[in-house]
């Protein structure tokens, strides 16, 4: 008995398969690439957006922390939290560049009790003009100490 052997007679249209198998690796691997590095940029530019905002309520705090420093008549503007437990100020700093607006800071300035001891807590929520996020920054001071303050952990 002879053995069963398929034998091709016409082999053009291998070629043809060998193509098409080649062409869609080919393509799967750059739409794979291409999907990776969307996500790449898309990731980047959140990050960045993310940033500028958390700049912007440090920005905040900061500009909260000199206010509450800054002297009123004879006496700093701290001590008006200080003379008054339930006092709570909020604010909205608009930032600039230049000319253009890049977003605004609401600052809360309050005195709060932690851990049965007394702060005056800055708490700062920063958004940009276009943006879709907005970050939260904190900073508690000590009343018997200014120069004792405590960051208190970035929120996205």
Not at 68 to 73: F, Q, S
Not at 124 to 136: A, E, H, N, P, Y
Request: proline share 3%; hydrophobic share 40%.
């Amino acid at each position: 008995m002879k053995p069963f052997r398929l034998k091709l007679k016409n082999e053009e249209g291998v070629a043809i398969v060998w193509v098409l198998i080649l062409m869609t690796i080919v393509i799967t691997l750059t739409a794979s690439m291409t999907f990776i590095a969307q996500q790449d940029i898309l990731e980047t530019r959140l990050h960045e957006e993310r940033l500028k905002t958390y700049y912007v309520a440090l920005a905040g705090v900061d500009l909260g922390y000199a206010s509450l420093m800054a002297n009123l008549g004879s006496e700093p503007y701290i001590n008006q939290f200080l003379n008054n437990s339930a006092k709570t100020v909020t604010d909205t700093i608009e930032i600039y560049d230049g000319a253009t607006k890049q977003g605004e800071a609401v600052v809360t300035l309050e005195s709060v009790t932690v851990d049965s001891k007394r702060w005056i807590r800055v708490y700062s929520v920063g958004t940009l003009v276009d943006g879709t996020q907005s970050v939260t920054s904190i900073l508690r001071i000590n009343p018997d100490n200014t120069q004792h303050t405590i960051r208190e952990a970035f929120t996205p």
